[in-house]
């Protein structure tokens, strides 16, 4: 008796044959139903085992299709994917940009130019008898208003093409934590054209790179040394003189060369504040 035609007892395990009315072993009795019950199982068992080959050949079949259409398509897919990623990362900048929700101050209304005197109105004691006298002539014509000046439009934000970053910061003095004004900011990358930037007022700049590894920032600045030093965490703007004054003992000009760097490409916005080295040290002034 083949194994795959026999049924376990339910009382000993002994294999049995499907139309066995007991079992040998433990004297146990089948019934009716456990005998119908038995066959079913037996059918069901062989069925499953007849269609196993036609679903291992379909299961490669489709395993076959979708890696072809994978390596057919995958570049694209992945385009699609790095696309969705950018528009996401962009959107989640926006919405967590403080800028955007702001309120809006409602534009000063100018003021109204009053009214020129009626004919014949109250007149002033002194001219009471030129009135009497006089009393269709005009009152004097009060002079027009001057038009409000318009207040110059703000500039809109330069858009920010796709993969590149927007690279802000500001420029620092290293010893007086002051910002600096007029220094040249140049970023390179082997193959890319250099992009150029120049500090404000208040020390701030902005430049856009496209996005990829091998950029070096190098700086310029009047009354300074060539070159920079990038902020650590934690900046130096929270550290006091004496650590600073150590950092600047240490200064050697091949901390200043210029510096790489890079960030992840699923941003588009990113801050890089520069620090820059003064020839001497600052030192305040004694107290008397």
Same mark, same amino acid.
């Given at each position: 008796?083949?194994?795959?035609?026999?049924?376990?007892?339910?009382?000993?395990?002994?294999?049995?044959?499907?139309?066995?009315?007991?079992?040998?072993?433990?004297?146990?009795?089948?019934?009716?139903?456990?005998?119908?019950?038995?066959?079913?199982?037996?059918?069901?068992?062989?069925?499953?085992?007849?269609?196993?080959?036609?679903?291992?050949?379909?299961?490669?079949?489709?395993?076959?299709?979708?890696?072809?259409?994978?390596?057919?398509?995958?570049?694209?897919?992945?385009?699609?994917?790095?696309?969705?990623?950018?528009?996401?990362?962009?959107?989640?900048?926006?919405?967590?940009?403080?800028?955007?929700?702001?309120?809006?101050? &409602?534009?000063? %209304?100018? +003021?109204? @130019?009053? !009214? *020129? #005197? =009626?004919?014949?109105?109250?007149? $002033? /004691?002194?001219?009471?008898?030129?009135?009497?006298?006089?009393?269709?002539? &005009?009152?004097? %014509?009060? +002079?027009? @208003?001057? !038009? *409000? #000046? =318009?207040?110059?439009?703000?500039? $809109? /934000?330069?858009?920010?093409?796709?993969?590149?970053?927007?690279?802000?910061?500001?420029?620092?003095?290293?010893?007086?934590?002051?910002?600096?004004?007029?220094?040249?900011?140049?970023?390179?990358?082997?193959?890319?054209?250099?992009?150029?930037?120049?500090?404000?007022?208040?020390?701030?700049?902005?430049?856009?790179?496209?996005?990829?590894?091998?950029?070096?920032?190098?700086?310029?600045?009047?009354?300074?040394?060539?070159?920079?030093?990038?902020?650590?965490?934690?900046?130096?703007?929270?550290?006091?003189?004496?650590?600073?004054?150590?950092?600047?003992?240490?200064?050697?000009?091949?901390?200043?060369?210029?510096?790489?760097?890079?960030?992840?490409?699923?941003?588009?916005?990113?801050?890089?504040?520069?620090?820059?080295?003064?020839?001497?040290?600052?030192?305040?002034?004694?107290?008397?």
């Amino acid at each position: 008796m083949a194994d795959q035609d026999s049924l376990p007892c339910p009382g000993c395990h002994t294999l049995l044959p499907p139309e066995a009315t007991g079992c040998q072993i433990c004297m146990r009795p089948r019934t009716r139903q456990e005998i119908m019950r038995g066959y079913a199982k037996i059918r069901a068992e062989k069925e499953r085992k007849r269609r196993r080959p036609f679903l291992i050949l379909a299961a490669v079949l489709v395993l076959g299709g979708g890696g072809k259409l994978f390596m057919t398509y995958g570049g694209a897919l992945k385009a699609a994917a790095a696309s969705a990623g950018g528009a996401i990362v962009r959107w989640s900048d926006d919405m967590r940009n403080p800028s955007n929700y702001a309120m809006k101050q &409602a534009p000063a %209304e100018p +003021p109204k @130019a009053e !009214a *020129p #005197a =009626k004919p014949g109105g109250p007149v $002033a /004691p002194e001219s009471a008898m030129r009135a009497q006298l006089f009393p269709d002539a &005009a009152a004097p %014509e009060a +002079p027009a @208003a001057a !038009a *409000p #000046a =318009k207040a110059p439009a703000a500039a $809109a /934000p330069k858009p920010l093409a796709a993969g590149e970053w927007r690279v802000t910061g500001t420029v620092f003095d290293l010893a007086t934590l002051k910002p600096v004004r007029g220094a040249e900011i140049s970023f390179e990358r082997d193959g890319h054209e250099p992009r150029a930037a120049t500090s404000g007022e208040d020390g701030s700049y902005e430049a856009d790179l496209p996005k990829g590894e091998g950029w070096t920032v190098q700086m310029i600045a009047s009354d300074h040394r060539r070159g920079q030093i990038l902020d650590l965490d934690p900046s130096y703007r929270i550290r006091d003189a004496d650590e600073r004054r150590a950092v600047f003992a240490n200064i050697t000009d091949g901390d200043l060369i210029p510096a790489p760097v890079g960030w992840k490409r699923s941003r588009s916005k990113v801050v890089l504040d520069l620090f820059a080295v003064p020839h001497h040290w600052w030192a305040p002034p004694s107290q008397p």
